[in-house]
């Protein structure tokens, strides 16, 4: 349970870098639509969130299994499968960006 903890949290923290790059670099946008406003129109609020209160949240979930094991291992294994598949979708949009116009001029 200690690996999908960290694969939770390892996913959350590539997902605010692959962010970064995608809106910053690549002129990407949010893809959730609940951070969309923060992510383009208050950076550091979308940061503070991003990467403190969300790894938070799923410590704090990872901790409710002494409580209910099922139930919170059951949405870490949610938790950690979603920010993957998002991470995987980012790598697939700047795999065919790169591909179609090369990389950012910096």
Same mark, same amino acid.
């Given at each position: 349970?200690?690996?999908?903890?960290?694969v939770?949290?390892?996913?959350n923290?590539?997902? &605010?870098?692959?962010?970064? =790059?995608?809106?910053? !670099?690549?002129?990407? /946008?949010?893809g959730? #639509?609940?951070? +969309?406003?923060?992510?383009?129109?208050?950076?550091f609020?979308?940061?503070?969130?991003?990467? &403190?209160?969300?790894?938070? =949240?799923?410590?704090? !979930?990872?901790?409710? /299994?002494?409580?209910? #094991?099922?139930? +919170?291992?059951?949405?870490l294994?949610?938790?950690?499968?979603?920010?993957?598949?998002?991470?995987?979708?980012?790598?697939?949009?700047?795999?065919?960006?790169?591909?179609?116009?090369?990389?950012?001029?910096?």
């Amino acid at each position: 349970m200690r690996a999908l903890l960290f694969v939770a949290i390892a996913a959350n923290s590539f997902d &605010l870098v692959a962010t970064t =790059l995608g809106i910053h !670099l690549f002129g990407n /946008r949010e893809g959730n #639509p609940l951070m +969309a406003e923060l992510a383009h129109n208050h950076w550091f609020l979308f940061v503070a969130l991003k990467g &403190l209160a969300i790894p938070f =949240l799923i410590w704090r !979930l990872d901790h409710y /299994r002494s409580a209910t #094991p099922a139930l +919170a291992g059951a949405g870490l294994a949610v938790v950690a499968v979603a920010i993957t598949v998002a991470v995987g979708q980012w790598l697939g949009w700047i795999a065919g960006v790169i591909t179609v116009h090369g990389l950012p001029h910096l």
